[in-house]
């Protein structure tokens, strides 16, 4: 793109965001509130903008101008990318840090899939802050466009782990910084679907970096409602000694950037809104510091454990209520919905052990609600005596554990790391209610479910805990799989009558009733 057409781009741009102006000043005001309500506390901090930024450079203008980063232009763009990255960068180099960070478009936002390789690691949907210490009073979350993520940069060097670089110098063992930021095109409408979905202390801190929409807000709108604001652009101001701090965009900074603009924001909690307490003046306040369990050793790359989580513990403290003595098994389902296939798998696993604990996935990011899809699961298996139902939380296989399991229908070609899930699993929660066996039915057609098992495979073991598969049960009358799937097709197509050999009487009539219902509202409306 040449300068001109540029140019106009920004401008139809720019008059566009400004006439969504008030969609984003009233996105501001609710992410504050819902913040405030639950005492966190928020800072903005705008992105370089290379318009903002004062006496950029002949070659930072080239950049700007007339070059956009191929990845698949590496040869092309070596004289670039040497004066970038330094007279040694190779085409491994570039190509691992430009790895992972795969978006997905989920039910609410998009989202990052899992990744682990040298030098970029996605867990849990977020990236790794390097640095992060084992026991901590508060949590910084930052969010954002791809200024935040990182792309073309190590774990080490995004501008979350140089602020956790710079907090634990000089407050140690206070704040743990999570990079939330989703970057790849993602903007503030999905940081406010991630925000909601994190489970927060009070005291924690969010800082906000989107790009999309909120730069247009005058400052004027922030201190009006005492949101506290950064502006990073006047950091970059030349004359300045940082050197080639972005790459092609000022939002697609270097390390060297990253480290200027976590300084500042460090400085901005530290001395403008003294938020950053030490663990010495938190315990004065009487404040207790939570203070990690002792864990066996991560089974891969990356801070894969929530001891320190209160959320955690909470759902962990709920389950002692259930815990009973004997030989234990669990399932994990989702039963969207419930089908005489899981009511097979649930009966064989039953009758092996003294207590069978089937978890219900309580994401609500499935064609039937958690509230729904549970109430079928009890009704469905009230008969089995040594069965108890309980909602997974957000700790088996969730948004938080393992996402990549709720888009498995546009990923099949991907890997999916589940050890997280299942770490988390076999770390906490399995001893909660002495769980020795696992169940699952085999999956040969759905490949991120079968990558699931043979993670349980792998991983459970290695906690004592045991790892059965259980073959899927077929329709007498097709011999096919009975899955939810099949049923979801039925309903949605009105084909009642071939519901009824596959699903328990109380899903039929749960089915009928809704088909009706829908059925009736949609007519009605026609």
Not at 373 to 388: A, H
Request: aromatic share 12%; net charge negative.
């Amino acid at each position: 793109m040449n300068l001109i057409k540029r140019i106009q781009s920004q401008i139809k741009s720019r008059v566009k965001r400004r006439n969504e102006l008030p969609i984003y000043k009233h996105l501001l005001l609710e992410i504050h509130d819902y913040l405030q309500q639950r005492g966190v506390y928020l800072i903005y901090v705008e992105p370089p903008f290379e318009y903002k930024i004062k006496g950029l450079s002949t070659f930072e203008l080239e950049r700007i101008n007339h070059w956009v980063f191929d990845f698949n232009k590496q040869e092309e763009n070596l004289s670039y990318l040497k004066r970038l990255y330094g007279e040694g960068v190779t085409r491994d180099y570039i190509q691992s840090v430009f790895d992972g960070g795969i978006v997905v478009h989920g039910k609410n936002r998009k989202m990052l899939l899992d990744y682990e390789s040298k030098y970029v690691n996605i867990v849990g949907g977020r990236r790794i802050t390097t640095g992060q210490p084992s026991s901590f009073h508060n949590t910084i979350y930052t969010h954002g466009s791809c200024t935040w993520y990182g792309n073309g940069i190590k774990d080490s060097q995004t501008i979350a782990s140089y602020l956790q670089d710079e907090i634990n110098k000089v407050y140690p063992n206070a704040y743990r910084v999570v990079n939330s930021a989703i970057g790849r095109a993602s903007t503030v409408f999905d940081d406010y679907q991630c925000i909601k979905e994190q489970n927060y202390r009070h005291g924690d801190i969010v800082i906000l970096g989107s790009f999309t929409g909120l730069y247009f807000i005058p400052r004027s709108f922030y201190v009006q409602h005492k949101i506290p604001y950064l502006e990073c652009s006047n950091l970059f101001d030349r004359p300045h000694e940082y050197g080639e701090w972005f790459l092609d965009d000022t939002l697609h900074t270097l390390p060297q950037g990253n480290e200027v603009i976590a300084n500042a924001v460090f400085n901005k909690l530290e001395k403008d809104l003294h938020w950053l307490s030490s663990e010495s003046d938190l315990s004065e306040q009487n404040i207790t510091i939570t203070k990690s369990l002792d864990l066996p050793n991560n089974l891969t790359t990356g801070e894969k454990v929530y001891g320190d989580n209160p959320a955690l513990l909470q759902f962990i403290q709920s389950l002692q209520p259930y815990k009973k003595e004997g030989r234990n098994g669990s399932i994990v389902m989702n039963c969207n919905p419930f089908t005489l296939g899981h009511r097979f798998l649930i009966e064989y696993a039953a009758s092996r052990v003294d207590n069978l604990y089937i978890f219900v996935v309580e994401e609500d990011k499935s064609y039937f609600s958690f509230e729904d899809r549970i109430s079928l699961v009890r009704q469905g298996t009230e008969d089995l005596k040594n069965v108890i139902v309980l909602p997974s939380g957000k700790f088996i296989i969730s948004a938080t554990t393992f996402p990549g399991y709720f888009y498995k229908d546009n990923i099949k070609d991907v890997t999916i790391d589940c050890s997280n899930d299942l770490t988390v699993f076999a770390q906490y929660i399995a001893p909660a209610l002495d769980i020795k066996i696992r169940f699952a039915g085999e999956e040969p057609l759905d490949p991120v479910t079968n990558q699931y098992n043979e993670g349980m495979r792998e991983i459970l073991p290695k906690y004592g805990i045991e790892f059965q598969p259980i073959a899927r049960k077929c329709d007498a009358d097709s011999s096919q799989v009975i899955s939810a799937s099949r049923v979801r097709n039925y309903f949605e197509s009105g084909n009642l009558d071939s519901l009824r050999s596959i699903v328990p009487p109380t899903t039929y009539r749960y089915l009928y009733d809704r088909y009706q219902m829908e059925h009736n509202v949609s007519s009605f409306n026609n």
